[in-house]
């Protein structure tokens, strides 16, 4: 069973950054592909990133593209998302999540799910 905690989450104004961390137990995520999803007040769940287990693979949604980078250190069992020029469009809850699997840009396709950290980005 593996778990994840998110972390990092915060309180910025626009354009300014955060780095926000997924780290795993239970079991190693090296073999695992790890998405970064966020959900918004009233709003679906929204897809922003995934890396593949080799760090080879990445894809972004066009929304985040170019201001933020997912990346991971499978010895530290654990994968970033590093978010710059914030905006305050990004607030949500962010939520890491992982699957065997290659990526997927749909939740449900993901095995296991941290609990989230909010980000607000205000204006």
């Known amino acids: 069973q593996v778990q994840l905690v998110e972390s990092g989450g915060g309180l910025v104004q626009a354009g300014e950054s955060l780095r926000l961390s997924c780290a795993a137990s239970?079991?190693?995520?090296?073999?695992?592909?790890v998405g970064w999803f966020r959900q918004a007040p009233g709003k679906e769940r929204e897809f922003v990133a995934h890396?593949?287990?080799?760090?080879?693979?990445?894809y972004y949604a066009d929304s985040v593209k170019g201001r933020f980078t997912i990346s991971r250190d499978n010895a530290k069992n654990t994968v970033y998302l590093q978010m710059n020029s914030l905006k305050p469009e990004d607030t949500a809850v962010y939520y890491c999540?992982?699957?065997?699997?290659?990526?997927?840009?749909?939740?449900?396709?993901?095995?296991?799910w941290g609990q989230g950290t909010q980000v607000t980005v205000s204006s």
């Open positions: 239970g079991r190693t995520i090296s073999s695992y592909t």
């Open positions: 999540a992982g699957r065997l699997r290659t990526g997927s840009a749909t939740g449900y396709d993901y095995d296991f």
């Open positions: 890396i593949s287990w080799s760090t080879i693979n990445t």
